[in-house]
C-alpha cells in the first residue's frame, strides 16, 4: 500500500478504509507513519491554536500528546481507529507550523548562555512575537532546545491550576519535543508558552520559609493518616520531609498510588487519578529552587488531604501483601498467582522486561476508544504509570502498574 498523504481530506480516507492487513503494513513502514504521525501533529497544533485557556480542550491534546507515547508499539489496525477519528475531515481544524511562524523571522543565534538568558527574560514577558522569534533560532540546535524544554518547564512546574495543568502539559509535550522538527517544535514551545499566559493564575499558597525537621511519625504511616483524615498526623509526616520536597513529593506520589488501590469511592478514586497525573507529571520536569519546589509539594499536600478520608475496598491487598508478593516475584519463589493483582505483579517483576512490555502492549490494545468518556485519561495514565518506576525508586516503587490496572480494570 502506498504512502499515505499528509492531507486529512485526501489520503487519510484511502488508508482508513485499507484492511487491517494493510494498516499494519502502513503503520510499520516508517515513511508512511512518519507522515500520519506528521499529519496529526499538524491537527495537535491547529486545535492547541483555537484552545490556548480551553482547559477541557487541553486536557484533550495532553491525551493525544500522550497516545503518540503509546502508537509506536502497537498494530496499525489499533492506531488507525484513533487516526480516523483525530483526522476526520470534518473535524479536522486546517494548520500547520508554516502558518503559525509566516510572520516571524528567527533571531540571529547567540552563545548558548545568553539564548538562555534571554529565554528566561522573554517568558517572563509575556510577548508572542519575540518568543517565536527566539524560539525558531533555538529550534535547530539540540543544546538548545534542552534549554527551551527546561525554560518552559522551570517556569510551569509549580502551578497548581486545574490540578497541575500547565505541568500536565509541558510534561506531555517534552517527551514529543526531541522528535519534531524545528518548526514544529518552535510552533508548539510557543503555544505552550501561550497556554501559560491563557490559563487562570492558580491560588497563591503559603510556604514556610524554614520548615523544622521534625520526626518521622513512628505511630501511624503516612497512608494511613490520609485514609483516617489525621491532619495532626499528615502534617508531622510533611513537616518531617519538608526539608527535601522532592523526595516528599515522590512519597505522596506513592501513597496516592496506593490510595487508588484500596479507595472504593469512583468519583474520589477520578480526582485521586487526577492528583496522581500531576505529581507523575511533576516529577519529570525541572525545579527551579528549594523555595518553588516547596511551593508545589504545599500545593500538591493540600489538594491531597482534600481527597483523605476515603473508604477502603474489603478486598484490596494491604501493603504488607503488596510488599511481600513483589519479593517473592522478585526472587523467583512466588506462588501462582490466584487474582488480578498478583498476575500484574508477576508479569511486570519477573525481571524479564519483554514479559513488562507484553503486559503494557496488551492492556493499550484491549482499550478502542469505545470507552472513552469512561476513562478520560488513558493514555495519560499509561504513560505515567509505565514511567513512574524510574521517577520514584525505593520499596513499592513497582506498583504502578497495579494503579493504572485499578483505574482502567485491565
Given amino acids: 500500500m502506498s504512502s499515505p498523504e499528509p492531507e486529512p481530506s485526501s489520503g487519510f480516507r484511502t488508508w482508513s478504509c485499507a484492511s487491517l492487513a494493510e494498516q499494519d503494513a502502513c503503520w510499520a513502514d516508517p515513511t508512511a507513519a512518519g507522515t500520519l504521525r506528521r499529519a496529526l501533529w499538524h491537527t495537535i497544533l491547529g486545535r492547541w491554536q483555537e484552545s490556548l485557556g480551553d482547559a477541557a480542550a487541553l486536557e484533550g491534546l495532553i491525551e493525544q500528546l500522550n497516545w503518540l507515547q503509546v502508537a509506536p508499539s502497537m498494530p496499525g489496525s489499533w492506531v488507525f481507529p484513533w487516526l480516523t477519528r483525530w483526522l476526520n475531515p ?41 518568543l517565536l522569534s527566539l524560539l525558531l533560532s533555538m529550534a535547530e540546535d539540540e543544546r538548545a532546545r534542552e534549554l527551551v524544554v527546561a525554560g518552559i518547564g522551570l517556569t510551569v512546574a509549580a502551578d497548581a491550576e486545574g490540578c497541575g495543568l500547565r505541568c500536565r502539559l509541558a510534561a506531555a509535550w517534552a517527551v514529543q519535543a526531541p522528535t519534531l522538527d524545528a518548526a514544529d517544535f518552535a510552533a508548539s514551545a510557543w503555544l505552550l508558552a501561550r497556554s501559560h499566559w491563557s490559563l487562570p493564575a492558580s491560588c497563591p499558597v503559603v510556604v514556610p520559609e524554614s520548615l523544622s525537621p521534625g520526626r518521622e511519625s513512628e505511630e501511624k504511616p503516612l497512608l494511613v493518616s490520609l485514609r483516617e483524615r489525621d491532619l495532626p498526623a499528615y502534617m508531622q509526616h510533611l513537616r518531617a520531609m519538608g526539608d527535601q520536597p522532592l523526595a516528599a513529593l515522590r512519597q505522596l506520589f506513592l501513597s496516592t498510588g496506593l490510595a487508588i488501590l484500596e479507595c472504593a469511592e469512583d468519583a474520589r478514586r477520578r480526582d485521586l487519578a487526577r492528583l496522581y497525573l500531576w505529581m507523575g507529571s511533576s ?10 519546589s516547596r511551593r508545589l509539594l504545599f500545593s500538591v499536600a493540600a489538594a491531597l488531604f482534600r481527597q483523605a478520608g476515603w473508604q477502603s475496598i474489603p478486598t484490596a491487598p494491604s501493603v504488607r501483601e503488596l510488599q511481600s508478593y513483589g519479593e ?7 506462588a501462582t498467582p490466584t487474582n488480578p493483582w498478583q498476575s500484574c505483579i508477576a508479569a511486570t517483576l519477573d525481571g524479564q522486561p519483554e ?16 470507552t472513552a468518556e469512561e476513562r478520560p485519561y488513558f493514555f495519560a495514565l499509561w504513560h505515567t504509570a509505565k514511567t513512574a ?18 483505574l482502567n480494570r485491565v
Fill in 283 to 292: 516529577l519529570q520536569l525541572p525545579h527551579r529552587s528549594r523555595h518553588q
Fill in 328 to 334: 517473592a516475584v522478585r526472587a523467583g519463589r512466588a
Fill in 389 to 406: 518506576d524510574s521517577l520514584v525508586g525505593g520499596p513499592l516503587s513497582w506498583i504502578h502498574p497495579l494503579v493504572f490496572q485499578a
Fill in 90 to 130: 470534518a473535524t479536522t481544524v486546517p494548520a500547520r507550523a508554516e502558518q503559525i511562524i509566516a510572520q516571524h523571522h528567527a533571531d540571529p543565534p547567540l552563545p548558548l548562555d545568553m539564548e538562555g538568558e534571554e529565554l528566561g527574560r522573554r517568558l517572563a514577558a509575556r510577548e508572542p512575537g519575540p
Fill in 355 to 370: 514479559h513488562a512490555a507484553d503486559w503494557w502492549r496488551a492492556a493499550a490494545l484491549r482499550y478502542v476508544g469505545d
